[in-house]
């Protein structure tokens, strides 16, 4: 079974760092593409970042472009966050996602909390 295992999630002051880590068992992970979502209870889930199946091509929502860096580690079947300069408006459930062309798999999410 396909599996997506987030984890680094926890609680940081504001400014403050975090880096997530997301693994992937069960499928041809260096085949696809991977994307990070966040979603705050009430409010739909958003896009945050997202990288190539070879991680040549990263893209970024305008919200945390330039304070987060998304990579991977196709050996490990890994899928990362770096995010820096965190705010409280980055508090929510990160979540980690893949597509193939018949299917789509999301992990259990990993809770950021940003508070001073």
């Known amino acids: 079974q396909v599996q997506l295992a987030e984890s680094g999630g926890g609680l940081v002051q504001p400014g403050g760092s975090l880096r997530l880590s997301c693994v992937v068992s069960?499928?041809?992970?260096?085949f696809y593409k991977m994307t990070w979502y966040r979603q705050t209870p009430g409010k739909q889930r958003d896009f945050v970042a997202?990288?190539?199946?070879?991680?040549?091509?990263?893209?970024?929502?305008?919200?945390?472009?330039?304070?987060?860096?998304?990579?991977?580690?196709?050996?490990?079947?890994?899928?990362?966050?770096?995010?820096?300069?965190?705010?409280?408006?980055?508090?929510?459930?990160?979540y980690c996602h893949t597509r193939t062309r018949l299917?789509?798999?999301?992990?259990?999410?990993?809770?950021?909390t940003v508070s001073s």
């Open 103 to 112: 299917y789509e798999y999301w992990g259990q999410g990993t809770q950021v």
């Open 50 to 94: 997202d990288i190539s199946s070879g991680g040549g091509t990263t893209n970024y929502a305008d919200s945390v472009k330039g304070r987060c860096t998304i990579s991977r580690d196709n050996a490990k079947n890994t899928v990362y966050l770096e995010m820096n300069s965190l705010k409280p408006d980055d508090t929510a459930v990160y």
């Open 26 to 30: 069960g499928m041809s992970f260096s």
